[in-house]
């Protein structure tokens, strides 16, 4: 039984696993806000041209 205990406690791939997914849910939060700016300054760029042709 303390061994079983001694193994479970000291087994941390769990927590790699848990890292890495917290390390990917930040990147795609980052790539979704940048994208999002990306689309609005662009938005607002074509707005503008389309105001300057008419």
Excluded: C, H, P, W
Aim: hydrophobic share 50%; aromatic share 6%.
């Amino acid at each position: 039984m303390k061994s079983m205990i001694a193994r479970f406690v000291g087994n941390e791939s769990g927590a790699t696993a848990i890292e890495y997914g917290l390390i990917g849910a930040l990147i795609s939060v980052v790539i979704i806000v940048a994208v999002k700016m990306v689309g609005t300054n662009l938005s607002n760029t074509f707005d503008k041209i389309a105001q300057n042709l008419t």
